[in-house]
């Protein structure tokens, strides 16, 4: 019962890590029934809710999810926070590359003011912010265990 708490339900960082995860794991599996398994890198003009699609994001989306699930399962949180707040980093400078227009039929984003960019942003913001959250309990958790 302990190492359970000490998982996923321990630590919000883990939990978030873990329902973003297991979200992101459904998007890419969804994701092929509209892109199919063919034009990996191409503009589809697929879209998800809203969210253009192709292969590759379809794959993207799916090595997100294991890892963030992956993660969200590690005895220690600070791994999973390092993950979330390195991760939420990556996302920035994929909401920057497509707000300029530099990610191009790669993603299958479409322009300047795509869903997916403002997605991209929330996501990165969202990831540094659960990161973040209780940054201190593992240091509280070593002060009361002793070294």
Same mark, same amino acid.
């Given at each position: 019962?302990?190492? $359970?708490?000490?998982?996923?339900? /321990? !630590?919000?960082?883990?939990?978030?890590?873990?329902?973003?995860?297991?979200?992101?794991?459904?998007?890419?599996?969804?994701?092929? &029934?509209?892109? %199919? *398994? =063919?034009?990996?890198?191409?503009?589809? @003009?697929? #879209?998800? $809710? %809203?969210?253009?699609?192709?292969? *590759? !994001?379809?794959?993207? !989306?799916?090595?997100?999810?294991?890892?963030?699930? +992956?993660?969200?399962?590690?005895?220690?949180?600070?791994?999973?926070? %390092?993950? $979330?707040?390195?991760?939420?980093?990556?996302?920035? &400078?994929?909401?920057?590359? +497509? *707000? =300029?227009?530099? $990610?191009?039929?790669?993603?299958?984003? #479409?322009?300047?003011?795509?869903? #997916?960019?403002?997605? !991209?942003? /929330?996501?990165?913001?969202?990831?540094?912010?659960? /990161?973040?959250?209780?940054? #201190?309990?593992? @240091? @509280? @958790?070593?002060?009361?265990? %002793?070294?």
């Amino acid at each position: 019962m302990t190492r $359970l708490r000490e998982t996923a339900l /321990g !630590h919000p960082a883990q939990l978030g890590a873990l329902v973003v995860g297991v979200l992101y794991l459904g998007v890419g599996l969804v994701g092929f &029934l509209f892109t %199919g *398994f =063919t034009g990996w890198v191409v503009d589809t @003009r697929e #879209d998800l $809710l %809203g969210f253009d699609l192709n292969g *590759f !994001h379809n794959i993207v !989306h799916l090595g997100i999810g294991a890892i963030l699930i +992956g993660v969200s399962i590690v005895r220690e949180p600070t791994i999973t926070q %390092g993950v $979330l707040i390195g991760g939420g980093l990556v996302y920035l &400078l994929a909401a920057a590359l +497509g *707000f =300029t227009g530099n $990610l191009g039929s790669l993603l299958s984003i #479409d322009g300047l003011f795509a869903s #997916d960019n403002f997605l !991209h942003l /929330g996501s990165g913001l969202g990831a540094i912010l659960f /990161g973040l959250l209780g940054g #201190d309990v593992a @240091r @509280r @958790r070593l002060k009361v265990q %002793g070294p």
